[in-house]
C-alpha cells in the first residue's frame, strides 16, 4: 500500500509548482493540462472533475507530479476557486544539517506565515513550522542521527 499526498492549488497550480521548484528544487515528472482531456463525450471524459463553473480553463493543470528530494506529491487547480485551503494538515520536511532546514525554511516562508520560528530543541538541531503562500503547512526538522 502507499498514500500520497494530494494537493489542490484552486487554479495557481502553475505558480505554486514554480515556487517550489526555486525553494526546494523540486521537479515537475509529470504535467497534464486540461486542454490534453479527451473531447467532451470521448471515451473516458470526466466532465466533472473540472473547474467550477462552464468547464476548465484550457491551460490549468489537470494532474501534476512533482517530486521534491525522495517524495512525490500529485497536485492539480482543482475547482479554481482561487483560494487553497490546507486545513489540519502538513507536510513534513525532513533535512541532513541546519545550513539545508534554514535555507528551505527561508524560502517556504517567503510571503508565508511561520507559527514556529526555526530553533534548536530538546529533540533537534532546527525545528520550525510555517504555511508558505499557498497555505500549505510544512515542518522543517534536523534529522537527529
Not at 506529491?73 to 485551503?85: F, N
Not at 506565515?113 to 532546527?126: D, G, H, R
Request: proline share 5%; charged share 20%; net charge negative.
Amino acid at each position: 500500500m502507499k498514500v500520497q499526498s494530494y494537493l489542490s492549488f484552486e487554479g495557481r497550480c502553475d505558480e505554486a509548482l514554480g515556487f517550489y521548484k526555486k525553494a526546494l528544487g523540486a521537479e515537475v515528472v509529470q504535467l497534464m493540462r486540461y486542454s490534453e482531456a479527451p473531447a467532451e463525450g470521448a471515451p473516458g471524459n470526466n466532465a466533472e472533475a473540472g473547474c467550477a463553473g462552464a468547464g476548465p480553463a484550457p491551460d490549468k493543470v489537470m494532474h501534476a507530479v512533482v517530486r521534491i528530494g525522495e517524495t512525490e506529491l500529485m497536485a492539480s487547480d482543482g475547482r479554481c476557486s482561487g483560494q487553497p485551503e490546507f486545513k489540519g494538515v502538513m507536510l513534513a520536511l525532513t533535512a541532513r544539517t541546519d545550513a539545508d532546514a534554514r535555507k528551505w525554511f527561508d524560502a517556504l516562508a517567503d510571503g508565508g506565515q511561520v507559527m514556529q520560528p526555526l530553533i534548536p530543541t530538546f529533540f533537534t538541531s532546527s525545528f520550525g513550522m510555517l504555511s508558505d503562500r499557498f497555505g500549505v503547512g510544512w515542518l522543517l526538522v534536523v534529522n537527529a542521527d
